[in-house]
């Protein structure tokens, strides 16, 4: 099993910036890819973005590429998004997740683990 804590979220005006910070515990060493997605009121949850372990590949929605960078510390298992520009739209529950799957890292049905989500408000 995976646990996954998140935490950075609040309130910042447009244009602002957050770091949002993710700590697995458990069996890190079986994750493949740790991702970010986001749920906003009354919407599905949709990818935000995701790294692969060993810090290969990186992947983005279009809605943040450019604006959003997703790092990890292997030695602290501890993924970070970084958000700048921020936008009203931007604004959600924020989750991390993981898997041990090397497939499918913009699909959140490939995720297995699942933190408990932060908030982030961006007021205009």
């Known amino acids: 099993q995976v646990q996954l804590v998140e935490s950075g979220g609040g309130l910042v005006q447009a244009g602002g910036s957050l770091r949002l910070s993710c700590a697995a515990s458990g069996r890190t060493f079986s994750i493949y890819t740790m991702g970010w997605f986001r749920q906003a009121p009354g919407k599905e949850r949709e990818f935000v973005a995701a790294?692969?372990?060993?810090?290969?590949?990186?992947y983005y929605a279009d809605p943040v590429k450019g604006r959003f960078s997703i790092s990890r510390d292997n030695v602290k298992d501890t993924v970070y998004l970084q958000m700048n520009s921020l936008k009203p739209e931007d604004t959600a529950v924020y989750y991390c997740?993981?898997?041990?799957?090397?497939?499918?890292?913009?699909?959140?049905?490939?995720?297995?683990?699942w933190g408990q989500g932060t908030q982030v408000t961006v007021s205009s």
């Open positions: 997740a993981a898997t041990v799957s090397p497939y499918g890292p913009m699909s959140r049905a490939f995720y297995e683990y």
């Open positions: 790294l692969t372990r060993s810090g290969s590949s990186t």
